[in-house]
């Protein structure tokens, strides 16, 4: 049984190495977990955000050290490692207050003496997680699970082990009962075996197309409900009356935060061909500009991709769109240095059937695409097979409401970047998934909507 092992993208070096579990211990501690959801379902909303606010608590107290964690796993900057984790506090505060509310009894007036549909968990929910947000990603699915009275096990990415391992333990350091929440520490050929396992209830995944179809069909065989989290190539339309400094400072950091590498970044650029010329010089400027670097460094913009073979296949991908008629502004080259480092690119002049348009280009390269008014731009921007979010700039809020309504995607902003908050549900649409996390209608997902009725 092969080892996880944890290599720095940074600088190419192990490490850590982590032990894998074999199948008795992988049955051994789903057991567990479903053992204490027979105890844990039965806490009121308020003893369970006791435990919430603590684990709130051990987060914020150790922010740093999980910061550099994540850094030194996957590379991303140590000031964005610190938001995540901040993030993460956010979402168990809000829960821990918000549950009682999100979950309250619905009165339905029947002629019924009383009846009314009420929220209770189903039960161990295993959660597929990626490495790019490798804290947050979890603790957005397990503090709604959890607040709701189910239980969380973990499948974490490979290379991010020792994140997974340090939300195991942050768990216990805030007293959540053995069994709450565990990590899963095996290879993806047993996620069948876990999926399959009559105590597993329903599952979660955040990833890619190709892993949420294989998982979504093995949950289907079982008859288990799964929310998908998938792949996304958001589109930003840039009107002619965006003001363009805004718009090319938003495109800068939507396609090099978190090193290019987040689902619901802005990726495809769809400008109006009046002012192209004007935003492709600025945009060149400002992404030519962002240091790229040393993660750890305070001042460095973005940081390399999360492994080698992630930032080969990528530049394989701005290889083939150059092939196919693209054109290449910036970047676009492997730089002679350790590590997966990645250049700021834009890719320009892109049109349907160009790799850099039609798929997910997953770290810090840009696309732009030139539309001729409005109609072709919202057009552009749907001619897409992902739907996570999208997004318009404009000096005309009317307009770009308009706009956002018409957009085929979960989540659809109007000058600023798309994010996820625990206030506002998120998901995507066509092959970025399906259902919704976060908010009331996240933290319901993993609930039997029962009707009661007392005649």
Known sequence: ????????????????????????????????????????????????????????????????????LATAEM???????????????????????NTSNLLANEIVETEASKSYVTFQPIGVVLAVMPWNFPFYQVI??????????????????????????????????AGFPEGTFTNLNISSKLVKNVIENKAIAAVTLT?????????????????????????????????????????????????????????????????????????LEQYKTKMAAAKMGNPLNEDTYFGPMARIDL????????????????????????????GAYYPATILADLKPGMEGFDNELFGPVASVIKAKDEAEAIALANN??????????????????????????????VNKLVV????????GVKNSGYGRELAGYGIKEFTNTKSVWID
């Open 1 to 68: 049984m092969a080892n996880t092992i944890s290599i720095n993208p940074s600088t190419g070096k192990e490490i850590a190495t982590y032990n894998r579990i074999n199948e008795n211990e992988l049955h051994d501690k789903i057991l567990k977990a479903n053992e204490t959801f027979k105890t844990w379902k039965l806490l009121s909303f308020n003893e369970r955000a006791a435990y919430m606010r603590k684990l709130a608590e051990v987060l914020e107290n150790n922010k740093e050290t999980y910061a550099q």
């Open 75 to 97: 590379g991303k900057t140590i000031v964005q490692s610190r938001k995540e984790i901040e993030k993460c506090i956010w979402i168990c505060n809000y829960y821990a207050d």
């Open 140 to 173: 957005r699915f397990a503090a709604p699970a959890l607040m709701a009275g189910n239980i969380g096990v973990l499948k974490h990415a490979s290379n991010v082990q020792g994140c997974a391992f340090a939300l195991e333990d942050a768990f216990k350091q």
């Open 207 to 279: 990833g890619s197309d190709p892993a949420g179809r294989s998982v979504a069909s093995i949950a289907g065989q079982n008859l288990k409900k799964t929310v998908m989290e998938l792949g996304g190539s958001d589109a930003y339309i840039v009107l002619e009356d965006a003001d363009l400094d805004k718009a090319t400072d938003l495109a800068t950091f939507g396609r090099l935060q978190n090193n290019g590498q987040t689902c619901i970044a802005a990726k495809r650029f769809v400008v109006i061909e009046s002012i192209y010329d004007a935003f």
């Open 311 to 338: 930032r080969d296949e990528l530049h394989e991908q701005v290889t083939k769109t150059i092939n196919q008629g693209g054109k290449l502004i910036l970047g676009g080259n492997i730089p002679d240095m350790d």
């Open 384 to 413: 897409s097979q992902f739907g996570l979010g999208a997004g318009v700039i404009t000096n005309n809020k009317t307009r770009g409401e308009q706009i956002a309504l018409q957009l085929e995607a979960g989540s659809s902003f």
């Open 420 to 427: 996820s908050d625990p206030r506002l549900p998120f998901g």
